[in-house]
């Protein structure tokens, strides 16, 4: 019997999949398909594939010519594949003419012919109607988005605004964005949804403003520092059905998503500890944001939602208590350490950013440990480590640029398939954050140091 392999995504299946999967059953008796999994397609940058990996291989089925049909989840695997079916001939689109010729060490390799004119990536582009955003707010943070934003598809940012006009001229400018506004209105008349980074007091007025005119809103982190506010932003999102998103860029991470699903389904057994840490100096620039009392600078609203990220996700909502110890100077925290209080486990946190702490992420359970190396909050690689050494796991991941697109891409995924919340930072969990912020503001459980 001649065995035949062929790969690909088989995104938005069509005739040119269907023609190359023909004539690649033709050449043999039995035809293996490799799918690629949704992870493999986001470690090599395909971040805009439509349809998830089960979706794909059903699709692959119904044309009726695939014998077999197995995920492509690794580099290299072709190799393995390969071997381990016996195949006689490996079979690919011309596209990729001379791109395997290093297979031949191991079966036939055949160039089929590629059906003129179409294209997995010509139908997405089809299909989609960019969203239109607006970025409130030019300073450093806003920066990474317009780069990261050309990374993922369906999205065009269209304007700018600053409440400093000489820096919302010049972002336009670096960003080559097409509108310069002069206030918040003019910007909301230009977009479907704003990406809010300006300074954290401004966002409760910001985001409202947002969402009454119809706007789906991705505001950076911490979104707002009262739990009422959260509540009232969400019922009127809620209400318009709207996105409301927290922007936590470690909530979208793909390393992270990984490690908190594989937490959960009890890896490491029962949940007794989380420890996360999180520092960041500046170079002694006190005139900064993050060092103003009267614009919320300070470490805990600066960093306090990243460590809060893992403990509320693995922990949930419900912790029994918080203590808070802070070192202050002018006003501002320099140094904060929480302790979290569940029914069977307890939680902390640190933050600094006049204090330098070891940056990492340890999860301890009644089975093992989840180690995270600094630093955590973007990172491509954690350990699983138990007793016997034997068992313990080191998993590895891709972190592409400033991290943000993940983020993005979420966002514009739920406008367009109009899901109203993200899995991965649901509304309670961000009204959670809130109230935590709150409870720091009106030093409630407080020991300054
Ligand atoms: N293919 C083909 N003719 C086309 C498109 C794809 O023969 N018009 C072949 C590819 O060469 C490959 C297989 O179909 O052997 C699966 O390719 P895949 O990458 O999933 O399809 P594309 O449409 O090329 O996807 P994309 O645009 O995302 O790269």
Known sequence: MKKIITYGTYDLLHQGHVNLLRRAKELGDYLIVGVTSDGYDRDRGKLNVRNNVLERVEAVKATGYADEVIIEDYVGQKID?????????????????????????????VYLPRTEGISSTKLRAESTVDIKVGIVGCGRVANRFPDEASVVNGI????????????????????????????????????????????????????????????????????????????????????????????NKT???????????????????????????????????????????????????????????????????????????????????MYTKGVMRYPHAVCSFKVGLGVKTEGNLIISGTKGYAYVPAPWWKTDYFELRYEDQNQNKKFFYKWDGAGLRYEIQEFISCIINKRISTSRLNRKESLCMAKIMEQFTNRINFVEL
């Open 251 to 333: 909530a979208h991470c793909p390393a992270f998503n990984h490690l908190m699903v594989m937490i959960k389904s009890g890896v490491i057994g029962e949940i007794v500890d989380v420890d996360a840490s999180l520092s960041k100096l500046w170079d002694d620039d006190m005139s900064l944001r993050e060092f103003d009392s009267s614009q919320a600078g300070g470490s805990m609203y600066e960093l306090g939602s990243y460590p809060l990220l893992p403990i509320i996700k693995l922990l949930g909502i419900n912790f029994k208590n918080i203590n808070i110890y802070s070192r202050m100077q002018n006003g501002v925290d």
């Open 81 to 109: 594949d390969i071997q381990k079916y016996n195949v006689d001939i490996f079979a690919i689109g011309s596209d990729w003419e001379g791109k395997f010729d290093y297979l031949n060490e191991y079966c036939k390799v």
């Open 156 to 247: 065009a940012i269209r304007a700018a605004y600053d409440i400093d006009e000489s820096k919302t001229h010049e972002f336009v400018g670096n960003h080559n964005i097409n509108s310069c506004c002069c206030n918040l209105d003019e910007l909301l008349r230009l977009v479907d949804a704003v990406y809010i980074a300006a300074p954290h007091l401004s966002h409760y007025a910001l985001i409202k403003e947002s969402l009454l005119n119809g706007k789906h809103v991705l505001c950076e982190t911490p979104m707002v520092l009262r739990e009422s506010e959260a509540r009232e932003l969400f019922s009127i999102a809620e209400e318009k059905e709207l996105i409301l998103m927290e922007a």
